[in-house]
Nanobody
């Protein structure tokens, strides 16, 4: 049974940092990603790591210079280091996994999701 468990969310002041973790169990996947969502808006791609491609990564333009996604294959865990946080980064952050390969920025391409973790950045 596949399970994704996120942790590390919280409240931080603008300019601060948080590190999210996503522990996957049950099996491994080709692609691991982070998405975020605010009420009333569609789930938004944040970052992904391609396990099938030596750990190559992609980022949304809005986070490219501030966030870093990484993975520990031995632990089947993915991390999202978030620096220089802004109030507009406030959202529920979700971990997702996919068997697809490529530039997977569409949430519909991911079959498994975590429960989400709230990140709140105060001004």
């Amino acid at each position: 049974q596949v399970q994704l468990v996120e942790s590390g969310g919280g409240v931080v002041q603008a300019g601060g940092s948080l590190r999210l973790s996503c522990a996957a169990s049950g099996r491994t996947f080709n692609t691991y990603a982070w998405f975020r969502q605010v009420p009333g808006k569609e789930r938004e791609f944040v970052a992904l790591v391609r396990r099938w491609d030596g750990g190559s990564t992609s980022y949304a333009d809005s986070v490219k210079t501030r966030f870093t996604i990484s993975s520990d294959n031995a632990k089947n865990t993915v991390y999202l280091q978030m620096n220089s946080l802004r109030p507009e980064d406030t959202a529920v952050y979700y971990c997702a996994t996919s068997d697809h390969m490529g530039q997977l920025t569409a949430w519909a391409l991911y079959g498994y999701w975590g429960q989400g973790t709230q990140v709140t950045v105060s001004a």
